[in-house]
């Protein structure tokens, strides 16, 4: 069993929407309801590979003593060091989980199961805004729930703390409740039609274009673009829809990315969960310390380097394949290049209003996008 796939996991779904259905209409809470019924998802999905079933649960145990104890290290005081110690520590069994991906080192498959990325941040983002002071304290049943919600468990998108405990906590009335369901349900049908049926006829597509040829090879670029996009856009919505069905407003994921006009506008359209999460907890936060300690001249040098980290943390989360790395790479300095135009430009100044300039912007967009999306694939390597 996996998540939104099979007869089996449409059949439990069913009837788990079905109890959430009721219950909103009797106006009653749906905190516990989501929690029981998560933990219900999380094991039949893992429960199929009894040590990712335990290291889930390690991780589940272990994630809740850091907060909890960083939790308690806050209150007397601010200090940066033991705030680096722990946002280490969230991280670290991530990257025990990444390190085993390399080939001599597989066989240990520490941390091993579906998730461990965007739990994490979910984690991370809860020692860093604690740090911030903006959370002072967390529930126990509120993290778990955040952390096991089974319809963004697996791929996202990735929600935040504060959002989401607002909505897991709200008694909806029946009105609002119903409008929040249809809302759920059109998604979730949106979502079905992307990933069954419009990526698959991208993915056979692709298929058909595998041959190295040199068109072959840009007609698998784009089809392996589109099928990347119908299949994770219908996840995503899926999983928003589910979200809006138990009362809980997951953040859309995807916002039309293929009429971007430039990298920056891409990037602020195609998994904005992700990106936005990049952009607030790692580049702007580079930003803010390079300038206050001066790393850089100007904030024009400040902003590439920091699109290159950002980026290139990015595409080290993703995985530790070369496909991977370079694909963030790439994408941290064509954002960086973009900036540079942008901002230095005469012409772009003199013509970024104009059609044809909007038309030719899109069109190389498009080109640098697939060509990333064919990095990222790993047929290059």
Not at 204 to 229: D, N, R, S
Request: with cysteine; net charge positive.
């Amino acid at each position: 069993m996996s998540f939104f796939s099979g007869e089996y996991f449409y059949i439990v779904f069913t009837v788990v929407l079905l109890g959430a259905l009721i219950m909103g209409l009797l106006e009653k809470p749906l905190k516990w309801y989501n929690i029981i019924t998560s933990a219900l998802f999380v094991v039949l999905v893992l429960k199929g590979n009894i040590s990712s079933l335990i290291y889930f649960g390690a991780f589940l145990s272990i994630e809740l003593f850091f907060v909890k104890t960083y939790e308690a290290i806050r209150k007397k005081g601010r200090v940066l060091w033991r705030y680096r110690v722990f946002v280490f520590l969230t991280i670290l069994p991530l990257i025990l989980c990444k390190l085993c991906e390399i080939n001599t080192l597989k066989e240990m498959g520490w941390f091993q199961f579906i998730g461990i990325s965007y739990l994490t941040f979910r984690v991370v983002q809860i020692i860093i805004e604690m740090y911030d002071g903006v959370i002072e304290s967390i529930s126990v049943s509120n993290f778990i729930a955040f952390l096991i919600f089974f319809p963004t468990f697996s791929c996202g998108p990735i929600d935040r703390s504060r959002r989401f405990d607002t909505d897991l906590t709200k008694v909806y009335k029946r009105n609002e409740y119903l409008e929040n369901f249809g809302i759920g349900l059109q998604k979730f049908i949106f979502g079905l039609l992307y990933k069954f049926v419009l990526a698959d006829l991208a993915y056979k597509a692709m298929l058909e274009l595998m041959a190295p040829t040199v068109l072959q090879e840009i007609g698998y670029a784009y089809t392996y673009g589109i099928y990347m996009f119908f299949d994770f856009a219908g996840y995503s919505l899926m999983a928003v829809g589910t979200g809006y069905m138990l009362g809980i407003k997951v953040p859309d994921n995807f916002n039309k990315p293929f009429i971007s006009k430039d990298m920056k506008d891409f990037w602020a359209r195609w998994h904005i969960s992700l990106s936005e999460w990049f952009r607030d907890f790692i580049f702007t936060r580079f930003i803010i310390a390079s300038r206050k300690k001066k790393r850089f001249k100007t904030r024009l040098q400040t902003a590439s380097v920091g699109f290159i980290i950002n980026m290139t943390v990015m595409g080290i989360w993703h995985g530790l394949g070369l496909n991977y790395i370079v694909y963030g790479l790439y994408h941290g300095v064509l954002l960086a290049l973009t900036e540079i135009y942008q901002k230095k430009s005469k012409f772009y100044k003199k013509n970024k209003k104009k059609k044809w300039y909007g038309v030719l912007s899109w069109a190389v967009t498009m080109n640098l996008v697939m060509f990333g999306f064919l990095i990222f694939s790993g047929h290059l390597f």
